[in-house]
Nanobody, 127 residues
Framework: QVQLVESGGGSAQAGGSLRLSCAAS????????MAWFRQAPGKEREAVAR???????????VYDDSVQGRFTASQDSAKNTLDLQMNRLKPEDTAMYYC?????????????????WGQGTQVTVSS
């Protein structure tokens, strides 16, 4: 059974840092996509960082423009984890953050293509 378990998040002041972690279990495919999405109240869910996880190759994450240069996604394919280091946080980063995954040779940007989701973790940034 596929399971995604998130940890981390919380509150920070603008300019501060937080770290999220997602542990995936139950995946048997050699390549699959993991991603971090976020959803603020009244807004659509958006992809923050996406990366292919492979036992054979090293792939680099793709970031949304809004977090490029501030957020860093790091994967550990042996442990099936995907962390998201969030630096220089802004109030507009406030949202519920979700880990998602799908067995696919590519990482789609749209949330409807992802089969598996974590429970979500709240990130709140105050000004």
């Amino acid at each position: 059974q596929v399971q995604l378990v998130e940890s981390g998040g919380g509150s920070a002041q603008a300019g501060g840092s937080l770290r999220l972690s997602c542990a995936a279990s139950g995946y048997t495919a050699s390549t699959y996509c993991m991603a971090w999405f976020r959803q603020a109240p009244g807004k659509e869910r958006e992809a923050v960082a996406r990366i292919l996880i492979s036992s054979d190759y090293l792939y680099y994450p793709v970031y949304d423009d809004s977090v490029q240069g501030r957020f860093t996604a790091s994967q550990d394919s042996a442990k099936n984890t995907l962390d998201l280091q969030m630096n220089r946080l802004k109030p507009e980063d406030t949202a519920m953050y979700y880990c998602a995954a799908v067995v696919s040779p590519s990482c789609p940007r749209e949330p409807q293509y992802y089969n598996d989701w974590g429970q979500g973790t709240q990130v709140t940034v105050s000004s």
